[in-house]
């Protein structure tokens, strides 16, 4: 039996996998959604999937997200599918509003920080469990495209959450964690046709963003079936710290 955490499911690549994790009978889905107008969406599946809208804007929420985690019954591997990111605000550095690298980093790194946090404590009752942390991250966090400095920061932090995870439960611990980053290449997805429109709009002088625009985007209903078989079927994905695409999808 699989226990599966999933935040970032109202939309895009996260979605899919909701949709994927349905495909494959599995019953344990549990969801975070920070978009509660999209909930509706998920709430039409039919299964046992179980909801939470979680706003990281509330007071409560460190609370509330505690609360949701102990009231989980896990089961002999927990996977949590780390997915939640924003892409705003896109811009050079010098001009990026002040209010929106509070709330980019509220979301990107401090909620998450919290949800993972707090997720670790409600497991480390389950000492007969394997516990998965897939960090949904991307190759921005070891490059630099101008105007998405906040993007690539919160992958930059994915990774470094993944090495400071696997460090940490290697040394002490009463629970086996293993964290993971995989990379899944540009997604046909709302994201991305906002990122295209936003630069475009910005024009930045002096770069070429042609090879963003015209690589090849990958469907997220494939990207959530290949996640699906390497990491919670085969579970062959867990044994690099780090993954991208072309690990597991070879191209004619």
Same mark, same amino acid.
């Given at each position: ?23 494959? =009978? ?73 209010n929106s690298i509070v709330e980019n980093i509220n979301i990107n790194i401090t909620s998450n920080l919290i949800v993972i946090k707090e997720f670790l404590q409600a497991v480390q ?67 991305? =046709? ?44 867990w044994n690099e710290e780090i993954n991208s695409l072309k690990n597991f999808l070879s191209y004619d």
């Amino acid at each position: 039996m699989k226990t599966f955490i999933l935040n970032g499911t109202s939309r895009g690549l996260g979605l899919a996998m909701v949709k994927e994790l349905i495909k494959q =009978n599995e019953t344990k889905i549990f969801c975070l959604v920070r978009d509660t107008n999209r909930i509706g969406k998920l709430e039409s599946f039919e299964s046992s999937i179980q909801i939470w809208g979680c706003d990281y804007s509330e007071v409560n929420f460190a609370i509330n997200t505690k609360d949701f985690f102990n009231k989980i019954t896990y089961s002999e591997n927990v996977y949590f599918i780390n997915n939640l990111s924003v892409i705003e605000p896109i811009d050079k550095i010098q001009d990026l509003d002040e209010n929106s690298i509070v709330e980019n980093i509220n979301i990107n790194i401090t909620s998450n920080l919290i949800v993972i946090k707090e997720f670790l404590q409600a497991v480390q009752t389950y000492t007969n469990s394997n516990v998965y942390i897939l960090n949904i991250s991307s190759g921005i966090s070891k490059s630099n495209i101008p105007g998405l400095f906040m993007y690539g920061l919160a992958k930059a932090y994915l990774d470094y959450l993944t090495s400071s995870l696997n460090i940490e439960y290697n040394i002490y611990s009463n629970i086996k964690v293993k964290a993971t980053s995989f990379y899944p290449a540009g997604l046909k997805t709302d994201m991305q =046709n906002k990122l295209q429109e936003s630069l475009l709009k910005h024009s930045l002088q002096g770069y070429d963003y042609s090879k963003i625009f015209t690589q090849y985007l990958e469907d997220p209903k494939k990207i959530a079936e290949i996640i699906y078989a390497n990491f919670f079927k085969n579970n062959i994905g867990w044994n690099e710290e780090i993954n991208s695409l072309k690990n597991f999808l070879s191209y004619d």
